[in-house]
């Protein structure tokens, strides 16, 4: 059997991988993973790059899964629809999997629907997901996430790694080991201890490269580490009492991300009470300034 996934990155195109690779896996499947780069030879380098690197994605998923696969880029100058309609008639494809993006009656109107034209057009059934934040559950917003989680106590490691086995880790107990990962491997989410791992720094090269962090510290809980932590451009901080709740958290912070936006979460206004408790009544007025600021920018 022979399987066809239109691909071109993003939340959707994350569901249309995961949906097609279990289906592959249940048929025993050959898949076929094709980016259609509609302006052909004409393509921006940077786009050619940024394709390469979700097709590098989607060739890891399949593989790890004990599939074959052939991910590339069609550079044909066909409209998308056109390309995999095209593909599938001299490819002999059983099946295609498809992602659909959100789009105003306008869009539709002047570009049409990919999907529409794939779905009419297809020499085999065609399976359509859609992607809509607000809708999906956490369990499916995580599945096949790429996560580091750095922590010099085993034991947090574990635990860390059945709370998130619907996601794919590495682990590092070292700040050198921390770095060789992130220098070769690319990210949804680093999950920081601060003390013994050198967590700050590890942070200063997580955000480099523009993955999301969330501090997650038991002896570095203090109100000093909690500002530093968002000073430092942490996407949240949690305390290892909230261990049980971690994918919640992990959510939250992928939530804003995709939203575009960095430390808006729910996590302050959630762990606040905690936080109040921990460190005593009036903890935020030695540093009340910078509150001040924060609940400005982020809600208190």
């Avoid at 979700?54 to 880029?73: P, V």
């Avoid at 992602?99 to 049409?112: E, M, P, V, Y």
């Avoid at 967590?199 to 501090?215: N, Q, S």
Wanted: a negative charge; glycine letters at 8%.
């Amino acid at each position: 059997m022979k399987i066809l996934v239109g691909y071109n990155g993003g939340e959707v195109g994350r569901l249309a991988l995961s949906l097609a690779r279990d289906y592959a896996v249940i048929n025993n499947a050959f898949v076929y993973i094709i980016t259609s780069m509609e302006g052909g030879a004409s393509e921006k380098q940077s786009d050619i790059i940024k394709a390469e690197e979700g097709l590098d994605f989607a060739r890891k998923l399949m593989e790890s899964a004990g599939l074959k696969c052939d991910a590339q880029q069609s550079v044909r100058g066909l409209s998308s629809g056109e390309d995999l309609v095209k593909f599938a008639q001299e490819n002999q494809i059983d099946h295609i999997f498809l992602g659909i993006k959100k789009k105003s009656r306008a869009q539709k109107a002047l570009l049409g629907s990919t999907s529409r034209y794939v779905i009419l057009k297809a020499p085999c059934p065609v399976t359509t997901i859609r992607f809509e934040l607000s809708q999906i559950k956490t369990e499916d917003l995580l599945r096949d996430r790429r996560v580091l989680v750095v922590d010099d106590e085993p034991d947090i490691l574990e635990t860390v790694e059945e709370l998130l086995d619907m996601c794919s880790l590495d682990t590092a107990a070292t700040f050198e080991d921390a770095r060789k990962c992130l220098e070769n491997n690319k990210y949804d989410i680093a999950i920081l201890d601060i003390m013994g791992v050198s967590g700050y720094d590890v942070l200063e090269l997580a955000r480099k490269k523009d993955i999301p962090a969330l501090m997650l510290t038991a002896h570095a809980l203090t109100p000093e580490n909690l500002k530093e932590s968002i000073q430092k451009g942490a996407d949240s901080y949690i305390p290892k009492d909230e261990l049980a709740n971690l994918v919640t958290h992990v959510a939250d912070v992928i939530k804003a991300r995709i939203e575009g936006k960095q430390g808006y979460g729910s996590w302050f206004s959630n762990l606040k009470p905690f936080f109040d408790k921990s460190f005593g009544k009036g903890w935020r007025d030695k540093d009340r300034t910078f509150w001040n600021s924060f609940d400005d920018k982020y809600g208190g």
